[in-house]
């Protein structure tokens, strides 16, 4: 294959030409011709040559020539809005440093677990590997998060219970089966990015409430909940994003009772439960799923490439959204990512791994936090568990100008503005300390830092 780009590259191959035989370039190469098949196969399939029965292969005579490293490379002149960071992150090439994305480095996540359910699921019966996935998603799976619920006393029956494509695509669901385009939403200030660009693609007016370390602003919230009459209000309980702030139980009462009374449906994405060293109060499970809908995925703490997410929720509401994904999904998310978790999540190595977990984040939590304190920047609070610490930068510091300078210099940061609905995170930024090892990011940080005073 890469013999024959390299002859289209220099252009002694041009559309319409035919390629060499398969015997002949087989001999050429030294290679059987069936492996000059499986290439010919290939190219095929990319577009770039044509087969013609009964007379070979042939240049598309409209391939298009290899694109220039500019045009795939992330552009960095890009608004810093709540698409930014995820544009960066995701578009990243290898040598990129990203303590401002929102995921762990491969090494951290279960590799060989993952590489054992993959061998496994190689041997999976053919529907598995080749039909489409239920309405409801993986009975096994479903099964193992019923059991996971029952353990955090949170009442879920399998007609509550729905397996969608990703975390994402669960809020998605629920904000076309429950919000119409000008209905106004409630989030936290600052929140996670996507929640915000999410919303925004559904046409819907945001609002935010305060955060606090024990939950929102609950008197703001209040007031919020009177003046605006939000439909839905979407937070993380615990390990909160960006902050790192946990739900107190006094604030989880107060917040049900004020839903309670203004017809508030909550949701609650528990994606960081794991992280957790001891469950804190949850309001799916002081609610019991009567206005406040559970979702979650395991991108996180598995893998973000095998995406599945999940949502817990009244029984009726479950029978509408099954509906919704079947409409723009056709089914639900695919049975070898499905069955693929489903075997690590069974296997004895998943609590291990997540014990394991915790204590070196616990370990990088204190390592950043020293390091970001030796440059005057402060951690917002000490978190009980996960990656990420909130920061509030030395008097005069602009997240947005040091993003944009450690950008040039290629290390991706998420500045706080990127969270903050009424853009009063000016002087913060969110860091991953899992992504902060490398001593890279200190030196470009430390640079960076005087150009955005």
């Known amino acids: 294959m890469a013999a024959i780009r390299a002859r289209m590259a220099s252009r002694a191959l041009t ?83 990203m303590p401002g994305c929102g995921w762990l480095p491969p090494d951290w996540m279960p590799a060989p677990a993952l590489r054992r359910a993959l061998r496994a699921l190689a041997r999976a019966a053919d529907p598995v590997l080749a039909d489409y996935g239920g309405t409801r998603g993986s009975p096994a799976l479903r099964r193992l998060l019923l059991a996971r619920f029952a353990e955090e006393s949170i009442p879920v029956s399998p007609d509550q219970l729905l397996l969608a494509a990703s975390g994402t695509q669960a809020i998605d669901l629920i904000c076309r089966f429950l919000l119409r385009a000008g209905d106004t939403v409630l989030v936290d200030d600052p929140c996670y990015f996507n929640f915000q660009a999410l919303l925004r ?129 056709f089914g639900g998310p695919s049975p070898v990512a499905t069955e693929l978790i489903a075997s690590v999540l069974a296997g004895g190595g998943y609590r291990k791994h997540m014990d394991g977990l915790r204590r070196r984040l616990a370990r990088a939590r204190r390592d950043t936090a020293q390091r970001l304190r030796q440059l005057g920047i402060e951690p917002w609070l000490m978190p009980r568990g996960g990656f990420y610490l909130w920061c509030r930068l030395p008097e005069g510091g602009d997240a947005t100008a040091i993003a944009r300078a450690a950008l ?43 150009a955005a005073r």
């Open 15 to 97: 559309g319409g030409d035919r390629l060499p035989s398969i015997r002949s370039f087989a001999a050429t190469m030294g290679v059987s011709p069936s492996t000059v098949v499986e290439a010919y196969d290939r190219l095929a399939a990319e577009g770039l040559i044509r087969s013609r029965r009964g007379s070979g292969f042939y240049v598309a005579s409209a391939h298009l020539p290899p694109l220039a490293l500019a045009a795939i490379e992330p552009r960095r002149d890009l608004a810093v809005d709540p698409f930014w960071v995820s544009r960066q992150s995701l578009d990243a090439d290898p040598a990129t440093l």
């Open 201 to 329: 693609a559904h046409q819907v007016a945001i609002v935010g409430v305060p955060c606090t370390p024990s939950g929102p602003d609950i008197a703001a919230f209040e007031a919020v909940l009177a003046a605006q009459r939000p439909r839905l209000y979407i937070t993380n309980s615990a390990l909160h994003n960006p902050t790192g702030a946990t739900l107190s139980p006094q604030t989880a009462h107060r917040l049900l009772n004020a839903a309670a009374a203004h017809d508030l449906t909550i949701v609650e994405d528990d994606i960081f439960a794991d992280f957790e060293p001891d469950p804190s109060p949850r309001l799916a499970a002081l609610d019991g799923l009567d206005r406040v809908i559970r979702i979650g995925s395991f991108s996180k703490t598995l893998s973000a490439s095998v995406r599945c997410g999940y949502i817990a929720a009244r029984a009726d509401w479950i029978d509408g959204l099954v509906d919704l994904q079947v409409a723009t999904s």
């Open 408 to 450: 040039a210099e290629g290390v991706v940061l998420a500045p706080g503005n990127v969270f903050s609905i009424s853009q009063t995170a000016t002087a913060f930024m969110r860091f991953n300390v899992a992504q902060s090892a490398d001593p890279r990011v200190w030196e470009v940080l430390r640079r960076a830092m005087p």
